[in-house]
């Protein structure tokens, strides 16, 4: 308890999966939080059950895909908590999947507009209000795909996902000078929408469960805490890191 107190924090991908458990978890551990996503009714509900349990949130619905919702996100932080602290840019898609002959430029392009232009965007304007307050913490949400593991069909996404470990290298030596900490987290299979999505039978399921060590895949509760280590203080000295969380996938070859 206790480990976000007085910091204020923007948390994207909010309304669903592992950006709604980390937003009530970061609210639990004390921070007040900028909740974004495009589903409003479904951040309402989110500040809603934050407030019950005696926390601060507000909703700020919108596409990550526009520059000017991010400025949007930074500036309700600013003016209504006072500051700007930590940034978990985790909203995603699958994208355009499927055989690579058969994805479109446009599917392509849209993919990395939602995944890693958009991460681009929000820490253009994160890292302005971050220094200005003396540093904070960037956190995005990449994946194993891509990086130490590959599946067919998903070029779009592994391209986005693996651009955005590039994007926090650069951010981390541009703006430790500054003390902005940026670092990505790379989940195994998480129980969320997209999971289901992406794995719509049994079989799916029991094949990507039986990639990771621990036989099964997270809960979004699971990749919520990481993200807390890696926003807190307690990462203090951690910056420019891939941060597998993945259940042991990619070291497993049974
Ligand atoms: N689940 C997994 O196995 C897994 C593994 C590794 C990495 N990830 C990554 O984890 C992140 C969260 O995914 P999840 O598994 O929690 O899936 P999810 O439950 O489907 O959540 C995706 C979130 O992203 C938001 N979003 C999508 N497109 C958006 C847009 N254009 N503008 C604003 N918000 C947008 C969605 O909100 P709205 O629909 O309300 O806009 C939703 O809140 C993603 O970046 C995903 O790639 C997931």
């Not at 700020?60 to 930590?86: C, M, N, Q, W």
């Not at 070029?155 to 703006?175: M, V």
């Amino acid at each position: 308890m206790n480990r976000l107190i007085d910091k204020v924090a923007i948390v994207t991908g909010a309304s669903a999966g592992i950006g709604r458990a980390t937003a009530r978890l970061f609210a639990e551990e004390g921070a007040r939080v900028v909740v974004g996503a495009r589903r409003r009714s479904e951040l309402e509900a989110l500040v809603d059950e934050i407030e019950a349990a005696g926390g601060k949130a507000i909703a700020v619905a919108g596409d990550v895909r526009s520059e000017d919702y991010h400025k949007l996100l930074v500036s309700t932080a600013v003016e209504r908590f006072g500051r700007l602290d930590i940034a978990f840019n985790n909203a995603g898609t699958l994208g355009e999947a499927g055989p690579s002959t058969g994805v479109s430029e446009a599917g392509f392009a849209e993919t990395l507009a939602i995944n890693l232009t958009s991460a681009f965007l929000a820490a253009k304007h994160q890292v302005a209000a971050m220094a200005d307050n003396g540093g904070g913490s960037i956190v995005f949400t990449s994946t194993f795909v891509g990086y130490s593991f590959a599946f067919p069909g998903m070029a779009a996404y592994a391209a986005s996902k693996s651009g955005l470990i590039g994007l926090t290298q650069a951010l981390a030596a541009e703006y430790g000078p500054k003390n902005v900490r940026v670092n990505a987290i790379l989940p195994g299979a998480v129980d969320t929408d997209m999971y289901r999505e992406a794995n719509d039978t049994a079989e799916k399921q029991a094949f990507v469960t039986a990639l990771h060590a621990l036989k099964r895949v997270a809960a979004p509760e699971e990749i919520a805490r990481s993200v807390l280590y890696l926003a807190s203080d307690d990462a203090s000295f951690v910056s420019g890191t891939a941060a597998l969380v993945d259940g042991g996938a990619s070291i497993t070859r049974t």
